[in-house]
């Protein structure tokens, strides 16, 4: 009988309560993966580190009381070896060169959706798996390259990046939030539309809704961007 490989145990790091939990319940749905805590701060992590055994962090890089990187520094210093996914919303490409030194295998740019966060999660565990000793380069190439995702992350259908940054940044830049309806007015775009993004990004954990009552006629939902490393 085949003998399951133990699961690969994850501490997610992430400064906004709402991200937190919903990257912790990500991670419990990719089989062979758990969630073995959280933290919002680096010095959280690091007490958790101290005292369970992690293979991989879920590492927000801005955080409130260091750096997502000079956390990675500081860990490696120590003597800790678990392998990082930097999950930022930085699109500075020096940062990501910078964090291929400090163990930082795969990057995850927010917002983003369960089935991004997954694919990577898959890979990285097809590299968990590559132990051993090669049998030539063609062995090596296969193990990195099982990190690389061979396209970008598919949005859900009708779903376009181009109009989801636009969409985030009018919701970021919002103040008190918006309706589907204000969303369409400031992007352009059908109030159809515009829902299907807000939905979007309330599924991703970077946004919430709630019910705006006026004098006439059905509350209309109200959306507003939830705190965090866009959110500063």
């Given at each position: 009988m085949t003998t399951q490989p133990p699961p690969i145990r994850v501490l997610v790091v992430e400064?906004?309560?709402?991200?937190?939990?919903?990257?912790?319940?990500?991670?419990?749905r990719v089989p062979g993966f758990v969630a073995v805590g959280k933290a919002h701060t680096g010095a959280e992590a690091r007490r958790l580190l101290d005292r369970t055994p992690v293979d991989l962090l879920l590492l927000d890089l801005h955080l409130p009381d260091v750096h997502g990187l000079q956390f990675a520094r500081s860990l490696r210093a120590a003597g800790h070896q678990a392998d990082v996914i930097a999950v930022t919303s930085a699109r500075d490409l020096t940062v990501v060169r910078e964090g291929v030194s400090l163990g930082v295998v795969q990057y995850v740019l927010k917002p983003f959706t369960f089935a991004t966060l997954r694919d990577r999660l898959v890979r990285y565990a097809e590299f968990h798996a590559a132990v051993g000793e090669a049998s030539g380069q063609d062995e090596v190439d296969r193990a990195l390259a099982s990190l690389r995702a061979p396209s970008p992350a598919a949005l859900p259908k009708g779903l376009s990046a181009p109009t989801l940054e636009r969409v985030t940044v009018a919701l970021r830049d919002s103040g008190e939030g918006l309706t589907a309806t204000g969303l369409a007015e400031v992007v352009g775009i059908s109030r159809i539309t515009a829902r299907r993004y807000l939905e979007h990004l309330v599924d991703a954990g970077r946004a919430a809704r709630a019910p705006q009552?006026?004098?006439?006629?059905?509350?209309?939902?109200?959306?507003?961007?939830?705190?965090?490393?866009?959110?500063?």
């Open positions: 400064d906004d309560p709402v991200a937190a939990d919903a990257h912790v319940m990500y991670v419990g009552y006026g004098t006439v006629g059905r509350p209309e939902l109200q959306y507003r961007w939830v705190k965090g490393e866009l959110g500063r």
